[in-house]
């Protein structure tokens, strides 16, 4: 599977979780044991509404720490999540 | 944060929050203002605490759950932990 | 004798569905659902749950305390969370059923409240049954 995670800016390691199995690389190479922790968590955003639409799921979830994040989105029936490395934005949020 | 204080963030502070909701550890609404709904108090705090345990040596993270029709940011903050939703821009 | 089939596979799905649900909420040790005398509809539960808690006079119990609640003049009773030392049971009144969750008191409590509205169509479907008998 081509996974074009190496063309993301700051990437520090991604899995990819499909119904058959999961890929990944960088930190997070072999570490499918939190795969289920991110599961746990991805149901759980699934379930907080975010409008007045039921029918709207999630576009992007990041978890962020003050140095990386996680970035996790969903298409096709494949959860793709990335670690990256985090720089604050100078300006603060206005 | 009073609900008072809540109501002070909704009205004055940054524009576009929408909704604010505060949960204690046991996952139970303390408030919730705004477009939040009590129901949510349990998976805000349930998704904080499994974020938190992803890296349990750090501080917990914030999260950030965006959608076309509004997002919410979450952080566990001692026992509390608090969401803020926001409207699109 | 087609209603009896339906309802047995409809059975296997359910423990299938809810074994699922339980073991996606940290700390739940079991899902009870009864009807208003606590007579069980159906159950799943880990290894961990305490035994008495499966037994039939122990939902008798809530089941008895959620209709006196529901006698205090305060319109009925919704839900009873009840706090133990190592366990916490939390109960919701979804007439005709009542569904009891037993999990440790780590659990958030905020999580089981809301469990009702996490699986409203199966229980809509359980409902029936218990409504048609």
Request: net charge neutral; hydrophobic share 40%; charged share 20%.
């Amino acid at each position: 599977m081509a996974v074009p995670f190496d063309r993301i800016p700051d990437s520090l390691g991604y899995l990819v979780l499909t119904e058959d199995g999961a890929v990944s690389g960088g930190d997070l190479e072999n570490k499918e044991d939190v795969a289920n922790q991110f599961m746990n968590i991805i149901q759980t955003a699934l379930r907080i509404p975010l409008s007045s639409s039921k029918k709207d799921k999630f576009k992007k979830l990041s978890i962020v720490w003050d140095n990386f994040m996680y970035v996790i989105t969903i298409s096709a029936h494949k959860i793709y999540i990335c670690k990256r490395r985090f720089i604050p934005p100078d300006a603060a949020m206005a | 944060m009073s609900t008072k204080e809540m109501d002070a963030l909704l009205r004055f502070r940054l524009p576009g929050i929408a909704g604010v909701i505060c949960t204690d550890e046991h996952g139970l609404c303390l408030g919730a203002k705004g477009v939040a709904t009590r129901e949510t108090s349990g998976h805000i705090a349930n998704i904080a605490e499994s974020a938190a345990r992803l890296n349990p040596n750090l501080p917990p993270p914030v999260i950030a759950i965006e959608s076309e029709g509004g997002s919410i940011l979450i952080k566990k903050e001692g026992t509390i932990t608090m969401g803020i939703y926001k409207s699109p821009n | 004798m087609k209603v009896e089939i339906g309802v047995t596979m409809a059975t296997e799905e359910l423990k299938v569905y809810f074994t699922r649900l339980m073991k996606s909420v940290e700390g739940l040790m079991a899902i009870v659902i009864t009807d208003r005398d606590g007579v069980p509809v159906f159950k799943v539960a880990t290894d961990q749950a305490p035994d008495q808690v499966l037994k039939h006079n122990f939902l008798g119990t809530f089941g008895l305390a959620a209709s006196q609640a529901s006698k205090l003049g305060m319109s009925s009773n919704k839900s009873i969370v009840c706090f133990y030392e190592h366990y916490q049971v939390v109960q919701i009144n979804k007439s005709p059923l009542l569904l009891t969750f037993i999990a440790s008191s780590e659990t958030s409590t905020g999580l089981l409240l809301d469990m009702d509205n996490t699986f409203t169509d199966a229980l809509d479907d359980l409902g029936r049954v218990v409504g048609t008998t």
